[in-house]
């Protein structure tokens, strides 16, 4: 009995001190707190991501001592990918000081944030994936998905197939079949294709794979009847080594398999072996560690044993680079920010302004060292996308090659679309239309 | 199984002496003092969650029909609750609590059919029917989430009567006061007739068809029963907690969770076990990652301490098992009565104990 | 018209998936039937042993000595899980041994994911070319994991026959009481089954893993194996074998034929649906055991 009590008055002690600790605030640090995911199925992805973003910001810590002085700090907690595990984690880290953004890396966890964020005032990351609407600054003045949204992918998508068969107009009669996740995710650029195959003239069949999708053989079989010319590899995790490998099975030839953003890493073709060989992705970012800026990481950050990634070889990896690329667009927009409001500790306000002005044109990305590793980004208060350009990548058995130029997805075909959306959005919340950069955020 | 009602403590005014003094406590301290973090991460999942327990306990524990869908229904409930507010705006809320609750139960009684002719695992794993088929519902029919083309919800504001529960505490209070209204109400149903027949089915089905407890009734009863407190459950966690709901968020894990709540913790057949059992399951594992971190950031990566945390949660899961197969709510009661035992010697009984403290 | 070719091709790759399925239900029945338990851990059990075999390969060690090192292996978590977990919890109502392979699963895919990290992994098993009979598309690779499977059920017939082990085995199967009445050690028959099932864990893996690669889904194929086993009743390994070939069957057909009437993916319900059918008219399965029991 007294044991139990014992045990009982020790974990209370624990439990107070575990939940309500918040370490005090020092003069000039810049807070990023990172809801990763290390564990659990999507645990390769989150370990490249976070990775890449921590190698980055330590990079700027070792090299620059910070951004103009300002300090990067950070802290994590572990959502395994799970939403109300992100929730615990946002409640837990919101009060911290000076945070400068929220970058999860999962879509389910950005969307419960999106009405938490706005209400506290701090940007909200979703860079090459996230809410498509969001694009709209207007409605969404915390959100930034950048470098590319779901409609803009599928518009790359389509854009490089076109240029493969020599042209927009000899899209006219050809078959395209998407393959995608049976999932909230994998259902949102149903209406986008459809929209594209209107305009463009070319066949679509659109086949879902259920999830987890370890199992396509009906699927594929379907498919070796329709004989399609492409099949776009809309998947996710474990359905998209399998796809390869039943394709493979039923004759289809990997090189035109396409695949979106959340099958292009190495994760997604390394466990088809052979069967990848071949097979196209698109992505934003290059892979390959041949670049400057991770040059510099390698040299700075891992040669300091400061390194993130536990395998060396996976540095350059797609979801490193994604990593790298987000660090950067990151600091640049604190860098951007202070240019304003001073080299000190910004707002979430000041930060979001940041990145309402995150125009980095090719000449800047080059003086970032990160030349080949993206093209470009152009963000303004109401397009929170930056028109940032895609390129694509095959698979030759063993790493990523560059395979096209980069690509431009057809924004303002797309621009229309996400506007009705977010202004519905907007009319269901009851959100005031922003009408200009300088409007201050109507409150929710 | 069987398993012996939930031992009645000796004296069930000072239970509900106890029960007073924690709602006292829960309405007029906690939401004063307790953070955000506390009230918005901790204390709403933990009663949407003990909910969804009490109402898998009706089922499982009182009339011992396991089931492995309880996900769906507190899917079932979070999608109609929304729809019902979408669409007829005009209702008030506590109504759209109600009729989600009521759907849920609809669906739950047409998944319990099968109990009818199903046994044990039989059974258990032809709720998984519900489980997927639901879940493949919601996300293949675009109606169920408005058209959103990705397929996740959005909570409106919580208001009753012109009230509108927007803050952390507002939300908490809102939830607390339907999770005790919904486990009073299920507290005077498990004592009425139903209740007993709950566990007259449970412990002997044959002997109860004998003395004349209408088993399709019975088993049907208690499917929609727990289903409706489910599904009200299901309301709570997307509309006071999480705010948003996709899907993908009442998977398999999820009814597992209010499994291990039952059976590993609360002990099945005690209302009071799926409280402190719902309490553990969102504790305890925040507590071990802090602690973790604390005491073992600087010396592993934040990766292995969270496999370790794994294999700790399922270790623990076995020796708790092994431990007091009924469930730790059982060892807490053995402790509990030796220890209110002992006091009795001082004071003498209960009603005295109780008037002294009126 | 009816395109016969198409159907058969689907109908043949259906059977063929069913045959995978059936490879993860065996294992479960071993359990099942020598201790009443629904082994959830099956799937945490074959990620496991998939991800020994292959990190072994990928760090230096030859086919053979892998094979070796990870049966061992598999050998000796069947015997520990059955000493710590199982052997404590005797006598414990089946939802209690259920919750504890739960508990048992977590346990598993953290040390496995701990002890060989979270990176997916390709496993190539030299078979996956196809060819065509009459124009139906044919897989080899599923053909040889049919004779896997097919040669696994030859195996354990003749085990169950012949030795005393299955011979006791089948004892406890048939009736525990009677079986320790006799004066058979349980724990030794257990510790043999849970021996056999990380085996049969080990070929699974090997086999699922290199369809899928070798990865952390590994584990979620045991919902492809629970309709097998409702179908096939949870105590027959006949009716693993024929519950996986229906599934397979019935999954595929539906998909391809019923499917797009409904959008498509209703691949995951389906066979649930399908079992729960005839359960309705068979209580206990294709060839499960009629037996009032209760959980």
Request: proline residues 4%.
């Given at each position: 009995?007294?044991?139990l009590r014992r045990f ?11 939940l309500?600790?918040?370490?005090a ?9 990172l809801q990763?995911?290390r564990?659990?199925p999507?645990?390769?992805?989150g370990?490249g ?8 910001l330590n990079l700027?810590?070792i ?5 103009n002085g ?11 990918y799970?939403v109300?595990?992100?929730?615990e984690?946002?409640?837990r880290?919101?009060n911290?000081?000076?945070i ?7 879509v389910?966890?950005?969307y419960?944030?999106i009405?938490r964020?706005t209400?506290d005032?701090v940007?909200l990351?979703t ?5 498509t609407?969001?694009?709209?600054g207007?409605v969404?003045?915390y959100v ?6 779901p409609?803009s992918e ?8 076109a240029s493969?068969?020599g042209?927009?107009?000899k899209?006219?009669?050809?078959k395209?079949v998407v393959?995608?996740h049976g ?7 149903i209406p986008?294709y ?6 463009y ?5 659109q086949i879902?794979v259920p999830?987890p999708?370890n199992?396509?053989?009906s699927?594929?079989?379907s498919i070796?009847?329709e004989?399609p010319?492409y099949?776009?590899?809309r998947?996710w995790?474990?359905m998209n080594?399998?796809a390869l490998?039943?394709a493979?099975k039923?004759?289809?030839?990997a ?7 959340w099958s ?5 073709v390394i ?5 990848a ?7 934003t970012?290059?892979?390959?560690a ?6 510099e990481?390698?040299?700075?950050v891992?040669g300091?044993n400061k390194?993130n990634?536990?395998?060396k070889k ?10 790298i ?12 920010a202070q240019?304003?409001f001073g ?5 979430g306000?000041?930060v979001r302004w940041?990145?309402?002005h ?6 800047r ?16 208060w ?6 940032g350009r895609?390129?694509f ?6 790493k990523w ?6 690509i431009?997805?057809?924004w303002?075909?797309l621009?229309?679309?996400?506007e009705k959306?977010?202004?519905a959005?907007?009319?269901e919340?009851?959100i005031?239309i922003?009408?200009s ?8 | 199984m069987a ?5 009645k403590?000796?004296c ?5 002496l106890?029960g007073a003094?924690?709602?006292m406590?829960?309405?007029g301290v ?6 955000d973090?506390?009230?918005?991460a ?8 003990a909910?969804a327990?009490?109402g898998?306990?009706v089922l499982?524990g009182?009339?011992?029909q ?9 899917a079932?409930?979070?999608y109609a609750?929304y729809n ?5 705006p005009?209702l ?8 989600a ?5 609809a669906?739950g009684i ?7 002719r ?9 709720t998984?029917t519900?489980?997927?088929f639901?879940q493949?519902a ?8 408005n058209?959103?083309?990705?397929g996740?919800i959005?909570?409106?504001v919580?208001?009753i009567a012109?009230?509108s ?8 209070v ?12 299920t ?6 007739q139903?209740g007993?027949?709950f566990i ?5 089905e044959v002997a ?5 407890v209408?088993l399709?009734r019975?088993?049907?009863?208690a499917?929609g ?5 489910i599904?009200?459950a299901?309301v709570?966690?997307?509309f006071a907690?999480?705010?948003?709901v996709?899907?993908a968020?009442?998977?398999l894990?999820?009814?597992f969770q209010i ?5 590993i913790i609360?002990?099945?057949?005690s209302?009071r076990g799926?409280?402190i ?5 969102v504790?305890f594992?925040?507590l071990?990652?802090r602690?973790g971190?604390?005491?073992?950031g600087?010396?592993?990566d934040s990766?292995?301490?969270?496999m370790?945390?794994?294999i700790v ?16 709510i059982?060892l807490?009661?053995r402790?509990?009565?030796t ?9 003498p009984?209960?009603s005295?104990?109780?008037?002294s403290?009126? | 018209?009816?395109?016969y070719q198409f159907?058969?091709?689907v109908l ?6 069913g045959?995978?399925y ?6 479960f029945?071993?359990?099942y039937k020598?201790?009443?338990v629904?082994?959830f ?15 072994l390969?990928e760090?230096g060690?030859s086919l ?7 049966l061992?292996?598999m050998?000796v978590?069947?015997?520990a899980i059955?000493r710590?977990?199982?052997?404590p919890l ?5 939802i209690?041994?259920?919750?504890a392979?739960l508990?048992l ?8 994911q701990?002890?060989?990290?979270t990176q997916?992994h390709?496993l190539d098993?030299?078979i996956s070319d196809?060819f065509e009979?009459?124009?139906v ?6 053909l ?13 017939a003749?085990?169950?026959r012949?030795t005393?082990?299955g011979?006791?085995?089948r004892?406890?199967a048939d009736d525990?009481?009677a079986a320790l009445?006799?004066?058979?050690r349980l724990p030794?028959v257990?510790?043999a089954?849970w021996?056999?099932a990380g085996?049969v864990a080990?070929?699974g893996g090997l086999?699922?893993?290199?369809r899928l690669?070798v990865?952390?889904?590994?584990s979620l194929?045991?919902l ?11 105590d027959s390994?006949?009716g693993?074998?024929?519950?996986g ?8 057909l539906a ?9 498509g ?5 389906v066979?649930?649906v399908a ?11 294709l060839?499960g055991?009629k ?5």
């Amino acid at each position: 009995m007294s044991k139990l009590r014992r045990f009982k008055l020790i974990m209370g002690a624990v439990l107070a001190a575990g939940l309500a600790s918040t370490p005090a605030a020092h003069a000039d640090e810049q807070f990023f707190p990172l809801q990763s995911y290390r564990v659990g199925p999507y645990a390769a992805g989150g370990t490249g991501f976070f990775g890449g973003f921590i190698d980055y910001l330590n990079l700027i810590n070792i090299r620059d001592g910070g951004v103009n002085g300002v300090k990067l700090t950070w802290d994590e907690g572990e959502t395994q990918y799970e939403v109300e595990r992100g929730i615990e984690v946002y409640e837990r880290l919101k009060n911290r000081p000076g945070i400068a953004a929220w970058n999860p890396l999962s879509v389910g966890i950005a969307y419960a944030m999106i009405d938490r964020i706005t209400k506290d005032r701090v940007p909200l990351i979703t860079i090459n994936h996230g809410r498509t609407d969001s694009t709209d600054g207007r409605v969404f003045p915390y959100v930034f998905p950048l470098l590319l949204n779901p409609y803009s992918e599928t518009s790359g998508i389509i854009n490089y197939i076109a240029s493969r068969e020599g042209g927009p107009d000899k899209l006219n009669g050809k078959k395209i079949v998407v393959l995608y996740h049976g999932s909230p995710y994998g259902k949102e650029t149903i209406p986008i294709y459809k929209l594209l195959a209107d305009k463009y003239g070319f066949g679509l069949e659109q086949i879902e794979v259920p999830h987890p999708g370890n199992e396509q053989q009906s699927q594929w079989l379907s498919i070796r009847r329709e004989k399609p010319d492409y099949v776009v590899l809309r998947g996710w995790g474990v359905m998209n080594p399998v796809a390869l490998k039943t394709a493979q099975k039923v004759g289809f030839p990997a090189d035109h398999i396409i695949g979106n953003v959340w099958s292009n890493s190495e994760e997604d073709v390394i466990p088809a072996g052979d069967a990848a060989k071949g097979y196209i992705a698109i992505t934003t970012q290059a892979s390959g560690a041949e670049y400057p800026v991770l040059q510099e990481v390698i040299k700075t950050v891992y040669g300091a044993n400061k390194g993130n990634l536990d395998d060396k070889k996976r540095i350059g990896s797609v979801y490193h680079n994604l990593g790298i690329v987000n660090g950067i667009l990151n600091v640049e927009a604190v860098r951007i920010a202070q240019a304003k409001f001073g080299k000190r500790t910004l707002t979430g306000d000041e930060v979001r302004w940041g990145f309402e002005h995150l125009q980095l044109d090719p000449a800047r990305v080059e003086a970032l060292g990160a030349k080949g590793l993206f093209h470009s980004i152009n963000v303004t208060w109401n397009n929170h996308e930056g028109d940032g350009r895609v390129t694509f990548q095959q698979w030759d058995g063993s790493k990523w090659k560059v395979v096209s130029d980069w690509i431009a997805p057809d924004w303002a075909f797309l621009r229309p679309i996400i506007e009705k959306s977010s202004t519905a959005y907007a009319k269901e919340h009851g959100i005031k239309i922003r009408t200009s950069g300088d409007d201050p955020v109507s409150q929710w | 199984m069987a398993i012996p009602a939930s031992s009645k403590s000796s004296c069930p005014s000072a239970e509900t002496l106890w029960g007073a003094i924690v709602l006292m406590v829960a309405y007029g301290v906690v939401p004063f003092v307790g953070s955000d973090y506390l009230l918005d991460a901790v204390l709403t999942p933990f009663l949407a969650l003990a909910l969804a327990a009490v109402g898998l306990n009706v089922l499982t524990g009182y009339t011992g029909q396991v089931s492995l869908g309880s996900a769906a229904f507190l899917a079932v409930g979070a999608y109609a609750a929304y729809n019902l507010h979408l669409r007829i705006p005009s209702l008030p809320l506590l109504i759209d609590l109600v009729l989600a609750g009521g759907i849920a139960a609809a669906v739950g009684i047409l998944f319990g059919l099968p109990s009818l002719r199903l046994r044990g695992f039989y059974l258990a794993v032809s709720t998984l029917t519900a489980q997927f088929f639901v879940q493949w519902a919601l996300t293949k029919f675009g109606w169920f989430s408005n058209d959103n083309p990705s397929g996740v919800i959005d909570a409106p504001v919580l208001t009753i009567a012109g009230i509108s529960f927007t803050n952390a505490a507002e939300r908490y209070v809102f939830s607390l006061t339907i999770v005790v209204i919904s486990t009073l109400l299920t507290l005077r149903l498990l004592r009425s007739q139903s209740g007993r027949n709950f566990i007259a089915v449970r412990d002997h089905e044959v002997a109860a068809k004998v003395i004349g407890v209408p088993l399709l009734r019975t088993k049907l009863l208690a499917f929609g029963i727990s289903s409706f407190l489910i599904g009200v459950a299901g309301v709570l966690w997307a509309f006071a907690y999480l705010r948003t709901v996709e899907p993908a968020g009442f998977n398999l894990d999820r009814s597992f969770q209010i499994l291990f709540i039952i059976i590993i913790i609360g002990g099945l057949g005690s209302l009071r076990g799926s409280f402190i059992g719902a309490a553990f399951i969102v504790v305890f594992p925040l507590l071990l990652s802090r602690v973790g971190a604390a005491l073992l950031g600087s010396v592993f990566d934040s990766g292995i301490l969270e496999m370790s945390q794994r294999i700790v949660i399922g270790a623990l899961i076995i020796g708790f098992l092994i431990a007091e197969p009924r469930g730790l709510i059982a060892l807490w009661d053995r402790t509990w009565s030796t220890l209110w035992s002992a006091r009795r010697t001082a004071a003498p009984t209960c009603s005295l104990t109780q008037r002294s403290l009126q | 018209m009816f395109d016969y070719q198409f159907f058969i091709e689907v109908l043949i790759g259906g059977l063929l998936s069913g045959v995978m399925y059936s490879l993860v239900a065996i294992g479960f029945v071993l359990i099942y039937k020598a201790s009443g338990v629904l082994n959830f851990a099956q799937g945490a059990m074959l990620l496991f042993a998939a991800l020994t075999f292959v990190s072994l390969v990928e760090r230096g060690a030859s086919l053979p000595a892998a094979l070796v090192a990870t049966l061992a292996t598999m050998i000796v978590l069947g015997l520990a899980i059955e000493r710590t977990v199982l052997r404590p919890l005797v006598n414990q109502p089946p939802i209690t041994l259920f919750m504890a392979t739960l508990g048992l699963s977590y346990v598993i895919e953290g040390a496995a994911q701990l002890l060989w990290g979270t990176q997916v992994h390709g496993l190539d098993i030299g078979i996956s070319d196809t060819f065509e009979v009459a124009g139906v598309l044919i897989s080899r690779f599923d053909l040889f994991a049919a004779a896997v499977a097919g040669s696994l059920v030859a195996v354990f017939a003749l085990f169950f026959r012949y030795t005393r082990t299955g011979l006791s085995f089948r004892a406890v199967a048939d009736d525990q009481f009677a079986a320790l009445a006799v004066g058979l050690r349980l724990p030794r028959v257990w510790a043999a089954v849970w021996t056999v099932a990380g085996i049969v864990a080990l070929v699974g893996g090997l086999l699922w893993g290199a369809r899928l690669g070798v990865q952390f889904s590994l584990s979620l194929v045991v919902l492809k194996a629970l309709p097998v086993l409702v179908l096939g009743g949870f105590d027959s390994i006949l009716g693993a074998i024929v519950g996986g070939l229906v599934v397979g069957a019935i999954e595929k057909l539906a998909e391809v034929y019923v499917g797009p009437s409904f959008g498509g993916g209703i691949e995951t319900w389906v066979a649930y649906v399908a079992a729960l059918a005839l359960l309705l008219i068979r209580p206990s399965g294709l060839f499960g055991k009629k037996l009032v029991e209760r959980v």
